[in-house]
């Protein structure tokens, strides 16, 4: 079985996406954009969006700093990169040491985070290189052989490799605030909090939604 593990990248879009293997940032042709918007100051609606975002931040990481204590996973394991390539999937998805704990542990946060708001388009996790893990029950539905339709419905356990991913997940400020635009081509935001395991940076919560202009 095929391993990828991405070596160190720049936080540069373009030098992340020559760094990892081209076969891990497989996407479909036209990814929706995302660009950072480090003028953007945070409204009141933003700072609750923000107050959700880190509490999912450290549940995740509390929940992974457990999954390391019961020894479900060691600490090296949990931070080596390797993903999996599973077969037949389209677009490709793959596993990792943890995904099944993902699947157990988080999807449960993430949804509730989801559900705090009905402007919300989604709140995720994902790791440095825009692994996710786990995503929200409504966006990881089976395959089904359509590729738009899967793009959109069957985001789980992919690597998301747009810029904006990458940003998130490799951002270790405070917290991020870019400005997207989602599968129908609608505007969003994407406000993104380090995840830290251990003391050290291991990805970001992500909650994209709607937002007042």
């Known amino acids: 079985m095929t391993i990828f593990r991405p070596t160190r990248l720049l936080c540069a879009a373009i030098a992340a996406a020559a760094a990892l293997p081209a076969a891990a940032l497989a996407q479909p042709a036209n990814p929706p954009r995302s660009a950072p918007d480090p003028a953007a100051e945070l409204t009141a609606p933003d700072r609750e969006v923000l107050a959700i975002a880190e509490q999912l931040a450290a549940d995740t990481g ?18 080596a990169r390797f993903y999996y390539p599973i077969a037949k999937t389209d677009p490709q998805k793959y596993t990792t040491d943890y995904d099944k704990l993902a699947d157990r542990d988080l999807v449960a946060l993430e949804d509730r985070a989801l559900d705090r708001a009905a402007t919300f388009q989604y709140a995720i996790v994902t790791d440095v290189n825009g692994y996710a893990p786990a995503f929200n029950h409504r966006f990881a539905q089976p395959l089904t052989g359509d590729l738009a339709r899967d793009y959109v419905n069957s985001r789980s356990k992919r690597l998301l490799g747009d ?26 935001y994407d406000l993104s909090v380090p995840i830290v395991v251990r003391g050290k940076h291991w990805g970001c919560a992500r909650i994209g939604y709607r937002r007042a202009e």
């Open 163 to 188: 810029p904006g991913a990458l940003a998130a997940g490799r951002s270790e400020t405070h917290y991020l605030l870019q400005r997207t635009r989602n599968d129908q081509g609608d505007v969003i």
């Open 62 to 79: 509390q929940r992974i700093e457990q999954w390391i204590a019961s020894q479900s996973i060691s600490e090296d394991r949990m931070f």
